[in-house]
């Protein structure tokens, strides 16, 4: 890292906001969005994860270690999961600031029953084919239609 180009880069543009590439960070970051109905999730179990934490101007983001495995989807409606995007960080400012919360400045691994419920899995060995046509089996490879599981 060039950090005298860093220094110019706050030189030229001080009001810049700061973003944390999550996946090339080794983080996830769970978006509580309030706008989205992330405060029922907040209120739920969000608020007993003890990790860094973002207050935004929308609601809070949960800073996660991450492993590197595929995630997809949504914790819970309002909370989205940022494993290979990006998320503002304090002290950024947009319709409102980013702030650190003191709590707490460890960031811990993002909770298991979460992982699991996010993480895409590899098919299953039959599930790999894709039959095409009228999905009649007759043996060759020839026949229009027709693809075999490998």
Known sequence: MDLAQVAQWWTDQPDANIGVACGLSDLVVLDF??????????????????????????????????????LHGTAAEGVDVRANHYVLAPPSVTYGTYDWEE????????????????????????????????????????????????
């Open 33 to 70: 969005d309030w706008r989205n109905g992330g405060d029922v999730a907040w209120n739920e179990w969000g608020k007993d994860l003890h990790t860094l934490k973002a207050i935004t101007p929308g609601g809070v983001h949960l800073y996660f270690n991450h492993d590197g495995a595929k």
């Open 103 to 150: 709590y707490a400045t460890k960031i811990e691994d993002l909770p298991e029953w979460i992982r699991e419920s996010l993480t895409v899995r590899a098919p299953q060995q039959e599930d790999r084919g894709v039959v095409l046509g009228d999905g009649q089996d007759n043996g060759s490879d020839d026949r229009p239609g027709v693809r075999y599981n490998q």
